[in-house]
């Protein structure tokens, strides 16, 4: 489960996942989520107390529409396995949000045990 702030004006990439669902409530603030799946597509105004599902396999990408931050709860099912689990695509619109950097881990110290 995460907390998730969108700042204002700003567009997150479209994505798909591959093996989890993903449950939101919206807390505060105004946006709008296009969802496609294979029986269509919708565009769906999130504002305060609406809950929506993104089942898995389903295209989505959203934004903050307000003048303040979209504020909501994500839950996945079942838990989120790693960043390898969502594929970037194209959506309705052009995205704003920053590049996820990514962070190199150094090599672990080996020691030898002769």
């Known amino acids: 489960m995460?907390?998730?702030?969108?700042?204002?004006?700003?567009?997150?990439?479209?994505?798909?996942?591959?093996?989890?669902?993903?449950?939101?409530?919206?807390?505060?603030?105004?946006g709008q989520i296009w969802r496609q799946d294979d029986t269509g597509e919708e565009?769906?105004?999130?504002t305060a107390g609406v809950s929506i599902e993104i089942p898995v396999g389903t295209a989505f990408q959203y934004r903050c529409t307000g003048?303040?931050?979209?504020k909501f709860l994500c839950?996945?099912?079942p838990?989120?396995?790693?960043d390898h689990e969502a594929t970037?695509?194209?959506?309705?619109?052009?995205?704003?949000?920053?590049?996820?950097?990514?962070?190199?881990?150094p090599e672990p110290v080996r020691r030898s045990t002769a």
Do not use: K
């Open 43 to 46: 565009t769906t105004p999130l």
């Open 2 to 30: 995460i907390h998730s702030t969108v700042p204002p004006g700003q567009v997150n990439r479209a994505t798909v996942h591959a093996t989890v669902s993903e449950f939101w409530h919206v807390l505060s603030g105004q």
């Open 79 to 82: 838990p989120w396995p790693g």
């Open 75 to 77: 839950i996945t099912m």
């Open 67 to 70: 003048p303040g931050p979209l």
């Open 88 to 105: 970037v695509l194209d959506g309705p619109w052009q995205p704003t949000a920053p590049t996820p950097e990514v962070t190199l881990l």
